[in-house]
Nanobody, 123 residues
Framework: QVQLVESGGGLVQNGDSLRLSCIAS????????MGWFRQAPGKEREFIAG????????YYANAVKGRFTISRDNAKNSVYLQMDSLKPEDSALYFC????????????????WGQGTQVTVSS
């Protein structure tokens, strides 16, 4: 089993930046693909960024492409999401997830989930 804990969320202004962190425990994630999802009230959960086990493959949803950057540090069993040029529509609960397959695509299926960290962007 893998436990994932997100941190780094908060209340920011339009145009600000935030860096989310996700640390895993219970098992090494070095061979897992990792992803970030978000869910706003009344909306479906959205897959916004993913990274392969090696870090060489990434995926971004169109809504965040060019503004968000996913990265990982396998030595620290962690994955990060750098969010720049934040907009009010980015406000949501952000989740970290792990996929034991190792590669990432728009249709990746994730096996382990964190509890989420809230991001609120005021206008």
């Amino acid at each position: 089993q893998v436990q994932l804990v997100e941190s780094g969320g908060g209340l920011v202004q339009n145009g600000d930046s935030l860096r989310l962190s996700c640390i895993a425990s219970g098992r090494t994630i070095e061979k897992y693909a990792m992803g970030w999802f978000r869910q706003a009230p009344g909306k479906e959960r959205e897959f916004i960024a993913g990274i392969s086990w090696s870090g060489k493959g990434t995926y971004y949803a169109n809504a965040v492409k060019g503004r968000f950057t996913i990265s990982r540090d396998n030595a620290k069993n962690s994955v990060y999401l750098q969010m720049d040029s934040l907009k009010p529509e980015d406000s949501a609960l952000y989740f970290c997830a792990a996929d034991t397959w190792g590669l990432v695509s728009a249709t990746s299926q994730f096996d382990y989930w964190g509890q989420g960290t809230q991001v609120t962007v005021s206008s």
